[in-house]
C-alpha cells in the first residue's frame, strides 16, 4: 500500500509537477511522509513560477521556495558536520572497524537464522562498508559463502557486484 502510494505521489510530482500540498490532499498522506518520499524530486524553478500562477493566493509558491531553501540549508550543514567528524575521527582503528561492523550486523542483520548471514539495508554505502568489513575481518571464510544480493531497482547493482570482487547472484525486484 505505501509503495504504490509513494510512487503515485511520485508521478504526481514527476509527470505533472504537482506541489507537496495538492499531492497530499490528492493521495491523503502525512505531510512528514510525502516529504521524505519528495525529498529527491523537488520542483525546479520553473514548476515553482507554474505553481505561482495556478495558485498564488494559496500562498503554496512561498512554501515550496521556503522548503527548497530549508533543504539546501540542512544539506549544507549535514555535508558540514560530516566532513568535521571525519577528519575527527579518521583513520578508524581495526579494532573500532570491527566493533562498527558487528554493530551493524546487531541493528540491520538477520538474527533469526544461524545458516545464513544476511544484512538488509538500501543504502548502498551502507552495503559497501559492510562487505568491507566481510573481506577485512571474514576473508579467510568467504569462498564458503553463497553470496546473494536483492536489490531494489533503485540500487546501483553493478557498484555492489563489482566492490565485492567474487560470485554474487544478483536478484532486482
Known amino acids: 500500500?505505501?509503495?504504490?502510494?509513494?510512487?503515485?505521489?511520485?508521478?504526481?510530482?514527476?509527470?505533472?509537477?504537482?506541489?507537496?500540498?495538492?499531492?497530499?490532499?490528492?493521495i491523503g498522506v502525512p505531510k512528514s511522509t510525502l516529504s521524505y518520499w519528495l525529498k529527491d524530486y523537488p520542483l525546479n524553478l520553473e514548476e515553482i513560477a507554474g505553481i505561482r500562477k495556478l495558485a498564488w493566493?494559496?500562498?503554496?509558491?512561498?512554501?515550496?521556495?521556503?522548503?527548497?531553501?530549508?533543504?539546501q540549508a540542512k544539506e549544507r550543514e549535514k555535508q558540514t558536520i560530516y566532513l568535521e567528524e571525519k577528519k575527527r575521527l579518521s583513520p578508524l582503528s581495526k579494532?573500532?572497524?570491527?566493533?562498527?561492523?558487528?554493530?551493524?550486523?546487531?541493528?540491520?542483520?538477520?538474527?533469526?537464522?544461524?545458516?545464513r548471514l544476511v544484512l538488509a539495508n538500501t543504502d548502498?554505502?551502507?552495503?559497501?562498508?559492510?562487505?568491507?568489513?566481510?573481506?577485512?575481518?571474514?576473508?579467510?571464510?568467504?569462498?564458503?559463502?553463497?553470496?546473494?544480493?536483492?536489490?531494489?531497482?533503485?540500487?546501483q547493482v553493478s557498484v555492489t557486484k563489482n566492490h565485492l570482487g567474487m560470485g554474487l547472484v544478483v536478484y532486482v525486484y
Open 95 to 115: 579494532e573500532s572497524l570491527y566493533i562498527a561492523g558487528l554493530a551493524l550486523y546487531l541493528a540491520e542483520g538477520d538474527k533469526k537464522n544461524d545458516t
Open 1 to 26: 500500500m505505501n509503495a504504490e502510494l509513494r510512487a503515485q505521489a511520485i508521478s504526481l510530482r514527476v509527470n505533472h509537477h504537482f506541489s507537496s500540498a495538492e499531492i497530499r490532499t490528492r
Open 124 to 155: 548502498i554505502k551502507v552495503l559497501k562498508f559492510f562487505i568491507t568489513w566481510l573481506q577485512l575481518f571474514l576473508d579467510t571464510y568467504l569462498h564458503s559463502f553463497i553470496k546473494h544480493l536483492y536489490v531494489s531497482s533503485r540500487v
Open 57 to 71: 493566493r494559496k500562498g503554496e509558491v512561498g512554501r515550496e521556495k521556503y522548503r527548497k531553501i530549508q533543504r
